[in-house]
């Protein structure tokens, strides 16, 4: 047997190994590339109030989340109580950042189902989001005491992430200098 | 109570493929003719049994049977009844159903038109061709069935993805997969010439014309999508690079060469070992575009409903009947040793560059299709690769094939000389340099890219042309004409195909210009030589659609040519908007207006207006190649050298084996 | 990665024969115009399936075509607003991807297969040249007048 009729085999078997990976991963996943850098920021309208502007730097020193979120999305009112449940019980600051909504149905929602966020930033035509390379909702920045964003989240919050994820990690960076 | 005979009807298709797969190839190789003999009516009877699956999936259909989750899914009772038919293919059930009927009527066929083929390769062809159906068929039994009832049937159904609504894409997908499926006769053949140790010249002859109209049907394919892409998606293209129109380019660019190598094989024994990888790549491609486009391993524009799990599977068949023939082949080339000989210059050098350069080519856009999976598996990133990269890759592969094919038409079986050649290319080669230099002049403006285009088109036309004055010799043109045997037609049809569609192509994308305007009712816009005038939007209904309709006309010098009419509907039960583009297709030039959205109070739009000059040639060319492959696989040669084998008997076209 | 999280995560949902939503942005230049529509065309909407800015009509992919609208009227270069979309988005918004060394194989590869093609093309052409035609049997020369008979099917 020539070495050389086999080459054709050996390119397949690594094709196929290729494409067995391939299975596993998901291809619409954008992984962020903001991890471990600095947090844009934003400053931009409150959405209780248009005429005033909110800000991330109130949350400088803090080790804090920020959760993209939009009426318009299913999975934002799914994800909600358990917010709701994280800033009552476990006392975690949230800050929201509503997504090319409309103003006043996402005051109606937090009206309604409560409302988990210390400030919500309105964001109609995606300024803030394009600057933290979101492209989904809902999305779950972690941010620390340097304003560093440490670990992000696609999709909705729920008490696993949370236990296994997001609880000890936010411990570690609590006692962070 | 029909969609349960459906899935008998499968079942015993699917026992009849074991059959099928196992006794002829088993008798074959013992030598046990009762079981040779089996391969033809069970073959047969697998077919019959597939169409009777596939006509009672039809029925469902036709009956609005929604208690099948299938029809659920895919029909409405308004649906009309012309896409019940062709819905029946419109996802992913279904078109593995239509896959396995096609698969089945490819193998129907050959048990009749291969009668002269001796009855232990076709056998053996038999049987390989039942392997694939007994994938396919467990595929469609354990993952997708078809069949599979509602507990609680909804009273309608979620209708037909407005997509598929529309004659272009009905019949895409069955010319789509007659193409690809055509691919496993011409890979079961060279299967069983491999089983069976007799690669020679015949296995090339036999699966000559069957390569020939598979290669047909995945031109036409090809060409129906394109077209329907460019009308239908609104976005004025007709090749977007996506790995879904990759994957059927990809059989397409392999077949190609596969037809050019089997030419090669059958007239002169030669590159037997290759053209035998080559009908192995072209099947595996198309198996290959199967898995990427249902496994949701890469993203695209087309992709079905995917499911990991049904990548699996289909990822375990295609390295079963992939792997399983490239072990084979490690096995049986090595045995095979060439006795034929050919010098520097001849057809046979210029066939394997084509070859060369169209596998190249295939691998260039394979890597380009599968590299974002390759960095995210070593953990290098996420990337996009898309249409700028394979442009520039793709096109310089493409352009020394072009000239090439002037030269190796031209060129003497097993030896020519360079200057003989020469003296035969000078005088084509001067029309088409001073034609390409010159014509662009009548384009709105000189263009070098331009000029390159044009001198290829009619490098390829004259030297196509030139090939009836070679063959003349001495002789007289006319009767060269009289005499050239169909194949040679078929050469010359498919290579004027490629003229026409290399001018389309290039100049569609050196010439079209394209603008995004408001325009109030009454307002008109200046594009391309011609005035566009808007003349408002109205209200219309279809049968499941609302729509509103814009009227546009187009002046050419201040007289009306055309009236154009886009649309964007709302599909009532998907609510699923649509953009229908409103057409004035020319010869020389297409307009095309899209309708974008309301401005305003006033009636104002916006709008998108294209003139595209010389569109319409990309698909007359892929026409073109397509009618040559159809005359091409006609040729009388291939029912007169049947008759010679059967008097010969097999045994005198066993070769080297 | 979880496929479970394609189910939850919401994208705003583009469809794709929508088109692209038609804006009628207004340039300083025709220079600008032809850059405008060269950046859109290359830049990937991470919403949709496969879609460049220009043909998505999602809600995002319209944010993004006028973030490159205001750069380029703002005078910013193509180098610029390409380096602004990579920041945020990676080079996953890239069509054309940079070559680096994750791509490095990707530019070159065609090109190492275009060479091993022409490579071994010249040493199969080669070879066989320098092989001297092997003494026939019988049964290959009557192979070889049936081949011949077929070429003059073809060639008279």
């Known amino acids: 047997m020539k070495a050389r009729f086999l080459i054709p085999l050996g390119g397949f078997v690594l094709l196929v190994i290729l494409l067995g990976i391939g299975l596993t991963m998901d291809p619409r996943d954008v992984p962020s590339v ?25 949350m400088q020193g803090q080790v804090w989340l920020l959760n993209v979120w939009g009426t318009w999305c299913p999975e934002c009112w799914r994800e909600h109580s358990f917010l709701m449940y994280l800033k009552q019980r476990e006392g975690v600051p949230i800050v929201g950042l509503d997504w090319r909504d409309d103003a006043a149905d996402a005051r109606q929602m937090l009206a309604q189902e409560g409302d988990p966020f210390l400030f919500v930033g309105f964001d109609p035509d995606s300024k803030a989001v394009m600057d933290w390379g979101v492209y989904g909702a809902p999305e779950t920045f972690l941010i620390d005491k340097k304003g560093i964003i440490r670990w992000k989240h696609k999709g909705g919050l729920n008490p696993e992430v949370w236990s296994n994820e997001l609880k000890p990690l936010m411990q570690q960076l609590e006692n962070e200098a | 109570m029909i969609p349960e005979l459906g899935q008998f009807a499968l079942v015993l298709a699917l026992v009849l493929a074991l059959v099928q797969a196992t006794l002829p190839v088993i008798g074959a190789h013992k030598g046990i003719a009762p079981w040779i003999a089996l391969a033809r009516p069970v073959a047969q009877a697998q077919l019959l049994f597939v169409v009777v699956a596939y006509l009672c999936l039809t029925y469902a259909f036709l009956d609005n049977d929604f208690s099948v989750r299938y029809v659920a899914s895919n029909s409405n009772t308004e649906l009309p009844v012309l896409y019940q038919i062709s819905g029946v293919w419109g996802a992913h059930e279904g078109s593995l159903l239509f896959w396995a009927l096609t698969l089945s009527i490819w193998t129907g066929a050959v048990t009749l038109f291969s009668r002269s083929v001796p009855a232990a390769m076709l056998a053996r062809v038999v049987g390989v061709m039942g392997m694939v159906s007994v994938g396919f068929l467990l595929f469609m039994l354990f993952t997708s069935n078809p069949f599979e009832r509602l507990p609680n049937p909804p009273l309608d159904g979620r209708d037909l993805n407005p997509l598929l609504q529309d004659p272009g894409l009905a019949i895409h997908p069955p010319l789509l997969y007659m193409g690809y499926v055509g691919f496993s006769v011409a890979f079961a053949f060279a299967i069983a010439a491999m089983l069976g140790g007799r690669l020679d010249a ?28 460019y009308y239908e998606l609104g976005w004025g293209g007709w090749w977007f690079w996506d790995p879904v129109e990759n994957a059927s380019f990809l059989p397409w660019l392999v077949g190609t060469a596969l037809m050019h ?12 070992a290759w053209t035998v990888l080559l009908a192995i790549f072209a099947f595996s491609l198309s198996l290959l575009g199967t898995f990427l486009v249902r496994s949701g391993v890469l993203t695209s524009v087309h992709a079905f409903a995917t499911d990991p799990e049904r990548g699996v599977f289909i990822l375990i068949f295609l390295a079963l009947t992939v792997g399983g023939s490239l072990l084979l082949y490690s096995w049986r080339a090595a045995q095979i040793r060439s006795t034929v000989s050919f010098d520097l210059v001849s057809r046979e050098t210029g066939l394997l560059l084509n070859n060369v350069l169209l596998v190249v080519a295939t691998g260039a856009v394979l890597l380009g299709t599968l590299y974002p999976l390759i960095t995210e598996t070593l953990n290098l990133g996420k990337i996009s690769v898309g249409p700028p990269y394979f442009n520039a890759v793709f096109v310089p592969l493409m352009i020394p094939l072009v000239l090439a094919m002037g030269v190796g038409a031209m060129a003497r079986w097993k030896q020519d000389s360079a200057a003989n050649l020469v003296r035969k290319l000078r005088t084509p080669l001067g029309i088409a340099l001073v034609l390409g230099l010159l014509t662009p002049l009548l384009m709105p403006y000189y263009h070098l890219g331009a000029a390159l285009t044009l001198f290829l088109g009619f490098w390829v036309t004259l030297t196509t042309l030139w090939w009836f004055h070679d063959r003349a010799g001495h002789g007289s043109l006319s009767s060269a004409i009289r005499t050239t045997p169909r194949g040679g037609w078929g050469m010359v049809t498919g290579h004027l195909g490629i003229a026409v569609f290399v001018i389309g192509a290039g100049l569609t994308s050196i010439y079209s210009s394209e603008k995004d305007v408001r325009l109030d009712p009454g307002q008109s816009y200046e594009l391309g030589g011609h005035e566009f005038k808007f003349l408002g939007v109205v209200s219309a209904e279809g049968p499941n659609y609302s729509a509103e309709r814009g009227t546009v006309e187009a002046y050419k010098g201040g007289d009306l040519v055309a009236t154009l009419h886009p649309e964007k509907r709302v599909y009532r039960v998907q609510t699923m908007p649509m953009t229908e583009a409103g057409i004035d297709a020319g010869l020389f030039r297409d307009l095309f207006v899209a309708l974008g959205e309301p401005l305003g109070q006033s009636g104002a739009w916006s709008l998108r207006l294209y003139h595209k000059p010389f569109v319409r040639w990309i698909w007359f060319g892929g026409l073109f190649m397509a009618l040559g492959g159809l005359i091409a696989a006609t040729d009388r040669r291939y029912f007169q050298a049947a008759r010679r084998t059967v008097k010969a008997g097999p045994e005198a076209v066993a070769g080297a084996a | 990665m979880s496929r479970l999280l394609t189910a939850v995560f919401l994208l705003l949902i583009c469809v794709a024969a929508e088109g692209g939503k038609v804006e009628a942005y207004a340039f300083d230049s025709a220079a600008d115009e032809a850059r405008y529509k060269q950046l859109v065309a290359e830049l990937r909407c991470l919403v949709c399936q496969n879609q ?40 996953f918004v890239l069509y054309r991807p940079p070559l680096k060394s994750s791509t490095f194989l990707l530019w070159v590869g065609p090109f190492i297969l275009l060479l091993i093609g022409l490579g071994a093309l010249l040493w199969v052409v080669l070879r066989i040249k320098r092989t001297p035609e092997p003494e026939l049997t019988t049964e290959q020369h009557e192979r070889a007048r049936q081949l011949l008979e077929q070429d003059e099917d073809k060639n008279p």
Request: net charge negative; hydrophobic share 40%; glycine share 6%.
């Open chain 3, 52 to 91: 460049n800015l220009q043909d998505s009509n999602a809600e995002l992919a319209q944010d993004m075509r006028r973030q490159t609208y205001e750069m380029v009227s703002a005078g910013k270069s193509n180098e610029q607003i390409v380096t602004y979309m990579v920041d945020r988005y990676g080079d």
């Open chain 2, 202 to 229: 015949a296995w090339a002859r036999w699966s000559r014309p069957w390569t020939s109209i598979a290669w047909v049907f995945l031109t036409l394919g090809i060409v129906v999508g394109s077209w329907w892409a």
């Open chain 1, 34 to 58: 903001l991890i471990d850098k600095p947090a844009p920021g934003f400053t931009l309208p409150d959405l209780h109030n248009l005429e005033q502007t909110v800000s991330s730097d109130a």
């Open chain 2, 261 to 272: 190598s089997l030419a090669a094989t059958e007239k002169r024994g030669a590159f037997k």
